[in-house]
């Protein structure tokens, strides 16, 4: 955030944006809508949740590895364990640093074992890139297409209807994907996202993405489709307790802090970072990652301690009012000693405000509805 408007990448949809009254906000190095006019947060979070929204995502890594072993390769790199899924699927891992801290986060599409696409967050593409060219066998490449393709991700219950109708295919299983056409292109649908909510990611060639924007948007318009900005899927992943690199988890933050052991192939023999984060699980991490909901009206937002007497014993993560649950909700890193179930206060402002230790989600995910 808080970079000069002229030195932000903006997306090969920009004037579409533009054109539907965008509001722009700096993420990751680039210029993305956070909301659109007739809409706004709210009413475009809801949509998500009830029917359907569209979203811009072009801001995410798209990094290609490929070449004789690439998949093994990754395995030997990336937490989760890439053997668990063969071609046509994909998979939620992590790329850590020797002491666990985590690089980034990132969903590996498998198209076989000699192709492997990676999506991770904007601002760590070049980390992650770096990285794995640093540790890449000959022959492997590690390809930075981040200006080369676009990711339109279609939303919420009624995804399925508006692919459908605009002559995609739908009804594949969670975390798998298949290629197709649209508005003359190849284009790759993957049954993914990051709302909580059945919902399905389009990866396009950035020179189709206009013509593939508007096809979808003219597909969902009966299904009273709605441009959404990063302000509502910032509130949507968080509703889900989906970790944000940079708040949630971080090279401060290892994935047994933050509660994802299950994207850790323990099994395994090696990954980066394995000797340091087994040596974590086995004596138990010093602080986790919890849930947080409001018992009053507060409204907790990243960076506000929590606080027993005198003594902090935790910070919010990523905090925001749930429009779902019309209360405030919060991601916290808190002393492990506290169990779920507690009662925390947080500092907000001036005063303290109770908050019930959940563990997420707080709302019922539909990622995986028939």
């Known amino acids: 955030m808080g970079e000069p408007d002229d030195q932000l990448v903006t997306s090969p949809l920009h004037a579409q944006h ?29 949509a998500v949740r009830s029917q359907v929204g569209v979203f811009d995502v072009s801001h995410l890594g798209k990094v290609r590895v490929a070449g004789p072993g690439a998949a093994a390769f990754l395995n030997r790199c990336l937490t989760n364990d890439l053997d668990r899924v063969g071609a046509g699927q994909a998979q939620y891992t992590l790329l850590c640093r020797e002491d666990g801290g985590v690089v980034d986060d990132l969903i590996a599409y498998r198209h076989g074992d000699d192709d492997v696409f990676l999506v991770p967050n904007a601002s760590n593409t070049p980390a992650v ?16 297409q981040h200006r080369d393709l676009v990711v339109v991700a279609v939303q919420g219950p009624r995804s399925d209807e508006v692919l459908a109708t605009a002559g995609l295919p739908v009804g594949h299983d969670y975390m798998r994907f298949v290629t197709a056409e649209l508005a003359g292109t190849s284009l790759t649908v993957c049954r993914t996202g990051y709302t909580g909510e059945r919902g399905y990611e389009l990866v396009v060639p950035a020179a189709a993405a206009g013509p593939v924007w508007e096809a979808v948007l003219a597909a969902g318009e009966p299904y009273g489709i709605q441009p959404a900005g990063l302000g509502a899927r910032d509130t949507l992943r968080t509703e889900m307790g989906y970790p944000l690199h940079g708040q949630d988890i971080s090279a401060e933050i290892t994935p047994v802090q933050a509660g994802l052991g299950w994207a850790v192939g323990w099994a395994k023999p090696e990954f980066l ?19 947080l909901r409001a018992r009053g009206r507060g409204i907790p937002r990243a960076g506000m301690d929590l606080v027993d007497g005198e003594d902090v014993i935790g910070t919010v993560t990523s905090g925001t009012f749930s429009p779902t649950l019309k209360t405030g909700i919060a991601l916290a890193l808190v002393d492990a000693s506290i169990p779920v179930g507690s009662d925390v206060e947080v500092q907000v402002r001036h005063r303290r405000e109770t908050f019930a230790m959940v563990k997420p989600p707080f709302v019922q995910p539909g990622v995986r509805e028939l």
């Open 273 to 291: 970072g394995h000797a340091a984060l087994r040596a974590e699980k086995e004596a138990g991490p010093a602080r986790r990652l919890r849930g």
């Open 18 to 46: 533009e054109r539907l009254g965008a509001r722009f906000a700096a993420f990751g190095g680039w210029s993305m809508p956070l909301e659109y006019a007739g809409g706004g947060v709210l009413a475009e979070h809801a």
């Open 129 to 144: 890139v770096a990285t794995l060219q640093a540790l890449a066998p000959e022959g492997v490449q590690v390809l930075d």
